[in-house]
């Protein structure tokens, strides 16, 4: 959180609303400016308060490189590095309104190569220009994932045990509590997550104590975490109902909860990047909002999914596809959040294997599996798993029920042509289980950021 992102995208997305909206939001300050020589190339490291867009651009006669950054302006306590290599001077100025415009000054002709690095390991939004000599050998330009160290961050996932104290939840026949079931998991599926590599697992109950529904989301929130799964052992009049379900957030629940952060201004602001709405017009302050909420919901339903397809390898699933239901507890608007319920507690076969650890071990490595092969497919920039994706890239995939020739070229970040010639396929129909050979990517090609209703459920 998304930390990157409300989780995954929807900062990148505001970063562009921002880009085009500069009236509105409060510009990018340019903190430092650093230079230095690795022997084969100089590099300009641009120290930003915040994302900005940018334009890099050359000019001879005489050599100079220039570097346009909209919506942004010099800090106040700015510092500037001595000139080094092949830059004889730095100056500044403004092209317009708006926007902050550095010069080099150069001794000889260069060739720019550029990225912009998130937030990483406590250092802020930087921009990078490689200066190399015009006249070099091109080489293979750094990816921000070639820049992530092996030391990256974990993903954080907050992991929710329903009910809890004077809210016992739903009650089996054979008087087994909601509220013991749901803990018992969430602290299984909490030490699988933490013995993981590249994964962190935190508790929002740890103990039989109540929690209200919204301080639970809160929770997670203020941990900055990256997921948040709550688990939940459904009921039902009928005890012959049966098998595990995995909610996400209603359009009607997202609308209600959109409204309220609408009405509370100050403490909005941070969903848009630390924005303000105080000063914002009712239309442009529900235009952020909705941009973050909307990929925090695609985010859910992407884990979700996931998760689904887990869980129906290992149990009965009540329904085929992910629901939604206007769950509390889903209603995080820049947290991916999902709902898992494991069973129906009111069906006695069902309460008896949710007593046997061994079937709660079970569920939980579902569960995981579905959140693993998540982030493993679209890594959080900044961490572990991003920094490994760019390093050891899968060189295969296994087919599960759902997958497509499309989907799974897309995931690895490889063209389906591609993935039909490394495998001789003669057709783009697939059978569960079998194993696809993943292409290596061709030189210059990006890597993919690869960076699931019961009627009236009752409150979670």
Known sequence: MI???PSFCAKAVLAVLFAALPAFVAAAELTALSLSETGAYSRAEFALSGP???KVFTLANP???VVD????RLASGYREASPTGPVALVRTGSPGAGALRVVFDLATAVRPKTFLLSPAAGAGHRLVIELHAADAAPSTAKTLQDMVPDTGR???????AGHGGQDPGARGAKGTWEKQITLAVARELARQINAERGLKAILIRDGDHFIPLQQRYRKAREAKADLFVSIHADAFNKPSASGASVFVMSQRGASSEAARWLADRENAADLVGGVTLDDKDNTLAKVLLDLSQSATMKASEDVAENVLSALKQVVKTHKAQVERANFVVLRS??????????AFIS?????KKLNDPAHRQRLSAAILAGVRNYFTARPLPGTWLAAQQGRHRASEHLVSRGDTLSGIANRHGVSVASLRQENRLQSDVLRIGQRLRIPPLA????????AASIASPSPR
């Open 3 to 5: 930390r990157p992102l």
């Open 52 to 54: 900005t867009e940018y």
């Open 63 to 65: 050599d100079r490189l």
């Open 69 to 72: 950054l909209q919506g942004s």
């Open 154 to 160: 974990d993903v954080l996932i907050a992991v929710d």
């Open 333 to 342: 608007p820049d947290v991916p959040s999902l709902l898992v319920e494991t």
């Open 347 to 351: 069906n006695p076969g069902e309460e």
């Open 443 to 450: 030189a210059g090609t990006p890597g993919s950021i690869a």
